[in-house]
Structure formats: structure tokens, C-alpha cells
């Protein structure tokens, strides 16, 4: 956009503000200011993304459609200020009116969109992909309720429910007119027209009409606006005779009217598979409008739209896009299917098996008849093509349809051209062990993209100290190109940055501080090692070993007072899933715990805990700049990627972890001095697994500090968790510590003792820290989504020399 002044700026804020509200701007709340300088902010931005839209369409340029059942977008007034390039003149222009930005900000929603890792990583690359230059957008749905809001009632989690939309949603635009029918139930018939064509006839279906509601994704610095189109349900126009009860009406709603909660965790309810279809049949809808205006030839759908798919969620695509070309567009099997092919890719973002969606045969077919036909015809021709090739073995241990039930995963990759996992050890995993047999007949398919974050909102936004240090020393190119970051490195023995760099640090704790004391009423100190683990609460992720570990601390502390360590304190923050009630059991653990540690005067405040009520986007960016450790400990083997690892490495936590996920590649790059490992490797899990000869027990038994903490759990020295501690306890020492945190309990107290040394060393921990952001640079989302856009959606970025040269993480 053309620049703006000040006093401009001013102008036009005052004067929106008094048309929206009748009455003067120094009387409104914040709620109002944000509203009225959203509504401001679109007027900047509504030419681009028209013309963005307009140039796609008439250059005919190729278009990345990302499929998500998630998005995790945080707040956006910030974001689209930064990338429009006028955050400065704004936050100063109403500081001139006697506001703040800050404040202004918290007038608008977070919209919980997603659960955690796959829908963030969704915005983040929505992000990205406009940043890059890229023609990409978005599709979903639009929740009315996102995840729920987590309160702590003595201790337990209660959720509640996310009216996110209630005050509404400046960025979104309504588009009726691009509306769509998505169809459900009924009977289907297969019929031959008067050429002797067959095509199918429907029957009693229910029509719901699909409205997208537009958000724009705003580009950094190049006036690009893409699209993020959420769809909402509702009753058809002129048939709501056809939805007489209050029951069938309700039925429409329930479809978009809230996220399932659950994170790696397969939701099996008939609700859920409405939902998934409901927005994939969408999507795809829209594009095949669009297609059909630039009036090409369907062979050349590839050229033109590529469909990605963010875990198997939207699989469905698959099934509807074949169906649109074989029914109303009458295309021949195979055509469509070369075309299906070709327009679709797959990430997989988990090998846990709790998660891999598998639907009955009746749901499906009672639901979807047709895509169910669909779906039953391509696995027949998958298994008549494949056991002359493979064999019936191998082949029938490929099939998408089994013991009745049909089986996301295989869906997708057979139905699409490209199968990626989100880290190295994780697409290792895939390949090697999980979906070995389909890598046995596509080893083209497969291929890794580890994952990345966007430095414009987890640095730039949440990080202004740390943003103008690194300005200030390595000038500002970092920010359209953070390789840059490693410039940092030059400096790593400049003790005056490094003190510098802690004081950021120092600021950045106290401001999370203050909200601690303030919303929690507990007082911690700026100067303690902030330790942070924030994350969904699931028994893989191993928050319980961190709290092995604030155990044994307590104990160590309270035989001798006069132990000479750092004051720590133990951040964190994480939501279970509602039903998941062994993770719930741990939220109820942590809480007790910081009861008994944070009450007890013996301790002095060397220990503190800090458990924050509904963690999300906005919490993660006030947390994660007050970070000093980053715990990345889950199992090795079992977290696909992680991305908070990420986020706190660029400001310059330092990581204490397991060899997991996408923190293999960190410790690759940041060097073995610079990160805190400990544990069992993947292998070592394997040969343990393999030899079942892992015996919990005998750990128990046999190491004194685990017997002390493991008791701790059942012998009344938690006050408040009988039934929590006997399960919690019986599941590491009675049902054999599945995770192996008894295992790695030793190693991870050493690793800790490590970080207390080092910690006390002010010059040594600083230097880490830099080297940390300084290494921080490959994991930007815009190299993740270059690599991308090059290997697997074959689109290149529309603004030249954006990111002029990258080395993208391999
Ligand atoms: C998550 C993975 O657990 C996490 O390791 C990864 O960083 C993230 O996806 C982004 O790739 N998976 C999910 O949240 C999920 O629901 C089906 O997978």
C-alpha cells in the first residue's frame, strides 16, 4: 500500500471510530478500538487482495489450495499491520491519541480454530505461502466455537465453551454467492441417460448449502493478499420447508458448530465425518467453478490447481473430485483418475495409531453413498492392478477397505501424487516401518518436509526486544531471509551484546511475570531459570517426567536446605483432550503439586510452578520470549516434528530434549554443546519393543530416587490426588511404564544438573542462547514452504527475488 502518514492515520481512525460508534474515540473500550481499527486496517488492504485474486486468475497462475480441518491463526490485527508495513505509524498514531496498541489488540478474539501443532503449522504456512509470493490459500471451516476454554477447578480441567465469534469478525468477509450444495444421505441410483451414459440419480437426499466466509492472508511487505475461506452450514435459501423440525434444523448447525477437541486422537462420531466431508466437498466445488471460467481442458487441472491435504482429515477430496469429473463432468474412470492423482498430495502428521481415522462401511455408505461407491471402486481397481505386481500379500496388506472399515491414510495415498512426513526421523519412520508397504510400491511418493515457523509473528511480533538487538547488529535482511540469522554468530564472544541479550531476556521475563502475579497470584522471580513446557497434554509428550523431576528436586531441596542451585521456575501450559482422562489425571498431578511446592515455605523459591489456564497462540507469545529451557521430551520415536521447539530456540531458549522429531535437526544444527540430550534413541525403544524385555519394575526397585518420587505419588505427601497418584503410579510401575520415562529419569536429572551449572555461568548460558537464535534461521516456514511449492505443488512465487537464495532444511 502507499504509505501513510501519522497524521493521516490519525485522521482516518478518529473519524472511522465516530462513524461506527456515535460517540467520541476516548470513550470507547478496547474492544471498540480494535473493531474500529480493524474495519480501518481492511481499507488498506481490500485493492491488494482484489488485485491479487484478479492477477491469479488472468495469468491463469497456478494455485495451491491447502485443505486444513485446522487453523490456529492468533490474532491478526498485529500481523497484518506488520505485514502490511504500517505497524510502526499505527502503534504510534494512536499512542498520539492517547492509545496502546498492546491493549487495542486484546480487543480481538483468538480464534481457536485447531488443537495444536498440525493447525498452527497450518497458519504459519498461510503465512508463508503469501510471504513467498505464493499463490495459495486456505480451506476450512468456520466454527462457530473453537477449542474449548480451560479453566482449573480445584485443580481439574473444565472446559468450557469458545464463543469466539460473539462480538463478530472484522477480517472475514461473507461471500453468499459463492456459495455451494454439499450433499448428504439418501439413495443414489446409477441410471442411463438417452445416449447411454450412466450417471446417478439421488434420492431423499439432505442438501446443506455451504457459505464461505473469506479471511485474507496478507503478504509481508509485497502487497500480496491470498485467501483463507471458512465454510459455514446452513439451510439452502426457499427450503427451509424441508427442514421442518427443530431437530433437522439443528442437524445443519451442528456441522460447523464446533472443533472437536481431540489432538492425535481419532474422533469416530458420525458428526465428524459430516464435518470432514462437508468442507472438503466445498472446497473442491469452488475450485472446479473456478477452473471451469478460465474454460481449459480438464487434462490440464494439474497445471492449474494443486490440492494439499493436512493429515487425512480431507481425504475425502479425493472420492469428490473424482466424482465431479466422472458424474457432472463425464469424464472417463481413468481420465479422472490420472487427474485426481496428479492434483493431490497428502502430509501425514503422526504414526501414532490412536490416530489413524478409520470409518465403518455403513457410516460412510448410509452418509455418502456415492463417494462411498467411489471409494469401493478405486480399492477394487487398486487390488486388480497391484497383485500381478505385488503379489496378494503385500497387496491386500495396501487395501483401502478392511475388516470393514475404511482406512483414511490408505485413501490418500493412493489418491495422491506426493506423501510427506513433517521431520527427518519421522518421514524415516514412515518409510521404514509404518507405511513400509505402500513405500515398497510408490518410493517416488515419498518425501520429507520437516517443519517450519513463521519469524514474523514468533519472533517480530512477540520479540520486539530481541527484534531491534538483532537489527541493531546484523541490520534487518533476516527478516525476508532469517538464514541471515547466523550472522549472529560472528558476535557469540561480544560479552557486551551477550549482556545485552539477557537483558532482553530479563525484560521479557518480567513482562510474563506480571501476568503470572496478576492473573494467578503467583509471585516468581525474573532471575529464576524459566523452564518451560508448553504443548497438548498427552502421555507421549511426557509431561509426567517433568514432574518426576520437579519431584525430585522438592526432595532433594527439603533434606538439604542448603543446596546450592538456581531458582527454577516450571512453566506450563497444556489442554487434554476432554475424554482423554489419563492426561487429565497429570493436569490434576501438576496443579497439586504446585499447591504443595509453591506453599512451602522450606523451599525458599528455589522451585515454582506456574501452570497456565488455556494455553493458545496468544499465551505461547508471551511465554515463549521469557523462555530460558525449551523441554521437547517425549518418547524418541513418537513426536512427529513439534514446533514449539522451534518457536523457543529463535528466542534463544536452549532445548533440553530427547533425540525426537524436528529437534534432531535443531541438535544438528545449534552442535551438541549448545542443546541438552538425554534418553533413549528410537532404536534403543525399537530393541526394547522388539525384545520386550523392558521391565519398569525392576527400575522401581532398584533406584532409590525413583522409588522416593514414585512413592510420593500414593503415600498422602501430595495432598488432593489419591485416585490420580494410585493410577498414575500403576501405570509406571503395574502396567510397565509404556512411555520408558522410569528409563530415562536418570539421564534427564543429569542433563538438568548440567543446565543449573551452566546457568550460573551468565557468559557461557548467553552464548548458547545466541547460538541458538543464531541457528534458528533454517526453520522459517517460508524455506519449508519453498521446498514445498518446488518438489511437490510445482508453483513458483509470483514476487521475484523475495527470498532471493535459501538453504532450505533437508
Ligand atoms: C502434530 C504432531 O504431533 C507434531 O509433532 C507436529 O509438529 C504437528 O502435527 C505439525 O506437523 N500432529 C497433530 O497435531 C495431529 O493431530 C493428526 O496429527
Known amino acids: 500500500m502507499e504509505n501513510i502518514s501519522i497524521q493521516q492515520f490519525k485522521k482516518e481512525y478518529v473519524k472511522k471510530f465516530e462513524q461506527l460508534y456515535a460517540y467520541r474515540y476516548d470513550e470507547g473500550s478496547s474492544r471498540e478500538h480494535f473493531v474500529a481499527l480493524g474495519e480501518l486496517v481492511r481499507n488498506y488492504y481490500m485493492n491488494n487482495w482484489k488485485s491479487t485474486i484478479d492477477e491469479y486468475k488472468e495469468k491463469e497462475t497456478k494455485q495451491v489450495f491447502y485443505f486444513s480441518m485446522e487453523f490456529l491463526p492468533g490474532r491478526m490485527l498485529k500481523s497484518n499491520l506488520l505485514n502490511l508495513d504500517i505497524l510502526p505509524v499505527v502503534e504510534e498514531g494512536l499512542r498520539e491519541l492517547g492509545l496502546d496498541l498492546d491493549e487495542v489488540s486484546m480487543g480481538e478474539a483468538d480464534p481457536a480454530l485447531g488443537n495444536g501443532g498440525l493447525g498452527r503449522l497450518a497458519s504459519c504456512f498461510m503465512d508463508s505461502i503469501a510471504s513467498t509470493g505464493l499463490a495459495g490459500h486456505g480451506n476450512g471451516i468456520r466454527y462457530q466455537y473453537g477449542l474449548f476454554k480451560q479453566k482449573f477447578i480445584d485443580g481439574y480441567q473444565v472446559e468450557l465453551p469458545e464463543n469466539w465469534l460473539r462480538n463478530g469478525n472484522v477480517w472475514e468477509v461473507r461471500k453468499e454467492n459463492k456459495a455451494v450444495i454439499v450433499r448428504f444421505g439418501g439413495q443414489v441410483y446409477m441410471d442411463t441417460d438417452e445416449e447411454g451414459n450412466l450417471y446417478p440419480r439421488y434420492e431423499n437426499t439432505k442438501n446443506i448449502l455451504a457459505v464461505p466466509y473469506d479471511v485474507p492472508q496478507i503478504g509481508y511487505h509485497n502487497g500480496i493478499v491470498n485467501n483463507l475461506r471458512l465454510w459455514s452450514a446452513e439451510i439452502p435459501y426457499g427450503e427451509e420447508y424441508l427442514f421442518r423440525t427443530e431437530e433437522e434444523r439443528d442437524e445443519v448447525k451442528q456441522i460447523t458448530e464446533v472443533l472437536y477437541?481431540?489432538?492425535?486422537?481419532?474422533?469416530?462420531?458420525?458428526?465428524?465425518?459430516?464435518?470432514?466431508?462437508?468442507?472438503?466437498?466445498?472446497?473442491?466445488?469452488?475450485?472446479?467453478?473456478?477452473?471451469?471460467?478460465?474454460?481449459?481442458?480438464?487434462?490440464?487441472?494439474?497445471?492449474?490447481?494443486?490440492?494439499?491435504?493436512?493429515?487425512?482429515?480431507?481425504?475425502?477430496?479425493?472420492?469428490?473430485?473424482?466424482?465431479?469429473?466422472?458424474?457432472?463432468?463425464?469424464?472417463?474412470?481413468?481420465?479422472?483418475?490420472?487427474?485426481?492423482?496428479?492434483?493431490?498430495?497428502?502430509?501425514?502428521?503422526?504414526?501414532?495409531?490412536e490416530a489413524m481415522e478409520r470409518w465403518p462401511i455403513d457410516m460412510l455408505e448410509h452418509l455418502l453413498p456415492?463417494?462411498?461407491?467411489?471409494?469401493?471402486?478405486?480399492?477394487?481397481?487398486?487390488?486388480?492392478?497391484?497383485?500381478?505386481?505385488?503379489?496378494?500379500?503385500?497387496?491386500?496388506?495396501?487395501?483401502?477397505?478392511?475388516?470393514?472399515?475404511?482406512?483414511?491414510?490408505?485413501?490418500?495415498?493412493?489418491?495422491?501424487?506426493?506423501?510427506?512426513?513433517?521431520?527427518?526421523?519421522?518421514?524415516?519412520?514412515?518409510?521404514?516401518?509404518?507405511?513400509?508397504?505402500?513405500?515398497?510400491?510408490?518410493?517416488?511418493?515419498?518425501?520429507?518436509?520437516?517443519n517450519g515457523i513463521t519469524q514474523r509473528r514468533w519472533v517480530q511480533l512477540s520479540n520486539p526486544g530481541l527484534t531491534s538487538l538483532l537489527d541493531d547488529v546484523i541490520g534487518t535482511d533476516w527478516k525476508s531471509n532469517p538464514e541471515e540469522l547466523i550472522l549472529l554468530k560472528a558476535h557469540v564472544d561480544n560479552s557486551e551484546l551477550l549482556n545485552r541479550l539477557e537483558a532482553v531476556k530479563l525484560e521479557n521475563k518480567k513482562r510474563f511475570a506480571k501476568y503470572v502475579k496478576d492473573e494467578m497470584g503467583i509471585e516468581i522471580d525474573p532471575n529464576a531459570i524459566f523452564d518451560v513446557q508448553i504443548k497438548r497434554l498427552h502421555a507421549y509428550k511426557r509431561q509426567l517426567l517433568n514432574v518426576l523431576h520437579i519431584l525430585d528436586r522438592y526432595s532433594q531441596i527439603k533434606e538439604n536446605p542448603d543446596i546450592d542451585i538456581p531458582k527454577r521456575v516450571f512453566i506450563f501450559g497444556a489442554k487434554a483432550a476432554p475424554s482423554y482422562h489419563y492426561a487429565k489425571q497429570i493436569i490434576k498431578l501438576i496443579n497439586a503439586v504446585a499447591d504443595l511446592v509453591n506453599n512451602d515455605t522450606d523451599i525458599k523459591d528455589l522451585i515454582k510452578?506456574?501452570?497456565?489456564?488455556?494455553?493458545?497462540?496468544?499465551?505461547?507469545?508471551?511465554?515463549?520470549?521469557?523462555?530460558?529451557?525449551?523441554?521437547?521430551?517425549?518418547?524418541?520415536?513418537?513426536?512427529?516434528?513439534?514446533?514449539?521447539?522451534?518457536?523457543?530456540?529463535?528466542?534463544?531458549?536452549?532445548?533440553?530434549?530427547?533425540?525426537?522429531?524436528?529437534?534432531?535437526?535443531?541438535?544438528?544444527?545449534?552442535?551438541?554443546?549448545?542443546?541438552?540430550?538425554?534418553?533413549?534413541?528410537?532404536?534403543?525403544?525399537?530393541?526394547?519393543?522388539?525384545?520386550?524385555?523392558?521391565?519398569?519394575?525392576?527400575?522401581?526397585?532398584?533406584?532409590?530416587?525413583?522409588?522416593?518420587?514414585?512413592?510420593?505419588?500414593?503415600?498422602?505427601?501430595?495432598?488432593?490426588?489419591?485416585?490420580?497418584?494410585?493410577?498414575?503410579?500403576?501405570?509406571?510401575?503395574?502396567?510397565?511404564?509404556?512411555?520408558?520415562?522410569?528409563?530415562?529419569?536418570?539421564?534427564?536429572?543429569?542433563?538438568?544438573?548440567?543446565?543449573?551449572?551452566?546457568?550460573?555461568?551468565?557468559?557461557?548460558?548467553?552464548?548458547?542462547?545466541?547460538?541458538?537464535?543464531?541457528?534458528?534461521?533454517?526453520?522459517?516456514?517460508?524455506?519449508?514452504?519453498?521446498?514445498?511449492?518446488?518438489?511437490i505443488w510445482k508453483i513458483e512465487p509470483q514476487v521475484e527475488n523475495l527470498i532471493s537464495s535459501y538453504t532450505p532444511v533437508k
Open 261 to 353: 477437541p481431540d489432538d492425535s486422537n481419532y474422533e469416530g462420531r458420525l458428526l465428524r465425518l459430516r464435518q470432514e466431508y462437508f468442507f472438503s466437498s466445498a472446497g473442491v466445488q469452488s475450485i472446479i467453478r473456478y477452473f471451469k471460467t478460465l474454460d481449459e481442458d480438464w487434462s490440464l487441472l494439474p497445471d492449474k490447481i494443486a490440492i494439499h491435504i493436512n493429515d487425512t482429515h480431507p481425504a475425502l477430496v479425493v472420492p469428490e473430485l473424482m466424482r465431479i469429473l466422472i458424474d457432472e463432468e463425464e469424464l472417463t474412470w481413468d481420465q479422472a483418475w490420472e487427474i485426481t492423482k496428479k492434483t493431490i498430495s497428502y502430509t501425514n502428521h503422526t504414526i501414532l495409531q
Open 370 to 450: 456415492r463417494i462411498y461407491h467411489i471409494i469401493a471402486e478405486i480399492n477394487r481397481r487398486h487390488i486388480e492392478k497391484k497383485i500381478p505386481l505385488y503379489g496378494e500379500e503385500l497387496t491386500y496388506r495396501t487395501t483401502i477397505i478392511e475388516d470393514g472399515q475404511v482406512k483414511m491414510a490408505n485413501l490418500a495415498i493412493i489418491g495422491s501424487h506426493s506423501i510427506n512426513g513433517v521431520a527427518k526421523l519421522h518421514t524415516n519412520i514412515l518409510i521404514n516401518e509404518t507405511l513400509h508397504d505402500f513405500y515398497l510400491m510408490y518410493p517416488n511418493k515419498f518425501n520429507n518436509k520437516t
Open 609 to 791: 510452578i506456574v501452570f497456565v489456564e488455556n494455553y493458545g497462540v496468544s499465551l505461547a507469545e508471551l511465554i515463549i520470549p521469557a523462555a530460558d529451557i525449551s523441554e521437547q521430551i517425549s518418547l524418541a520415536g513418537k513426536e512427529a516434528s513439534g514446533t514449539s521447539n522451534m518457536k523457543l530456540m529463535a528466542n534463544g531458549a536452549l532445548t533440553m530434549a530427547t533425540m525426537d522429531g524436528a529437534t534432531i535437526e535443531i541438535y544438528d544444527y545449534v552442535g551438541k554443546e549448545n542443546i541438552y540430550i538425554f534418553g533413549l534413541k528410537n532404536n534403543d525403544v525399537k530393541k526394547y519393543h522388539q525384545n520386550q524385555s523392558y521391565n519398569s519394575r525392576n527400575i522401581y526397585e532398584g533406584n532409590a530416587s525413583i522409588k522416593r518420587v514414585l512413592n510420593m505419588l500414593v503415600d498422602g505427601s501430595i495432598p488432593g490426588i489419591y485416585h490420580e497418584g494410585q493410577d498414575i503410579f500403576n501405570s509406571l510401575v503395574k502396567f510397565n511404564d509404556e512411555y520408558f520415562l522410569l528409563k530415562d529419569f536418570d539421564s534427564y536429572i543429569q542433563a538438568h544438573k548440567q543446565a543449573d551449572k551452566d546457568y550460573q555461568d551468565r557468559e557461557k548460558w548467553n552464548r548458547m542462547a545466541l547460538l541458538n537464535v543464531a541457528n534458528s534461521g533454517p526453520f522459517s516456514s517460508d524455506y519449508t514452504i519453498l521446498r514445498y511449492a518446488d518438489e
